[in-house]
């Protein structure tokens, strides 16, 4: 069984940092999945970023030339500098196994982190 637990979220103003870690254990494959997937208060749950284990990376237009995402399925990273009051949400890890594309909505997904918040504000 897959587990994943994040860590690194908090508050900070606009136009600052955070960096989200996610620790994972549990694959029975090495090909795998990782994402950040974040659901803002009133909203769906909305894939930000991917990676997978054949080194491609996906992001949301909206965090385009802000936010890195780095890692495997041991540990990923979520690298967001330029934060905006929209990118208020809460974050959390996901990771699907035995796959050879990335989920393309988020209930694709079969694991998942506790979540964390972040929150941009002055």
């Known amino acids: 069984e897959v587990e994943l637990v994040e860590s690194g979220g908090g508050l900070v103003q606009p136009g600052g940092s955070l960096k989200l870690s996610c620790a994972a254990s549990?694959?029975?494959?090495?090909?795998?999945?990782m994402a950040w997937i974040r659901q803002a208060p009133g909203k769906e749950r909305e894939t930000v970023a991917t990676?997978?284990?054949?080194?491609n990376i996906e992001y949301t237009d909206s965090v385009k030339d802000r936010f890195t995402i780095s890692g495997d399925n041991a540990r990923v990273y979520l690298q967001m500098d330029n934060l905006k009051a929209e990118d208020t949400a809460i974050y959390y890890c996901?990771?699907?196994?035995?796959?050879?594309?990335?989920?393309?909505?988020?209930?694709?997904?079969?694991?998942w982190g506790q979540g964390t918040q972040v929150t941009v504000s002055s």
């Open positions: 996901a990771a699907q196994q035995w796959v050879y594309l990335c989920p393309a909505d988020p209930r694709g997904f079969g694991f």
């Open positions: 549990g694959f029975a494959t090495s090909s795998y999945c």
């Open positions: 990676i997978d284990s054949y080194g």
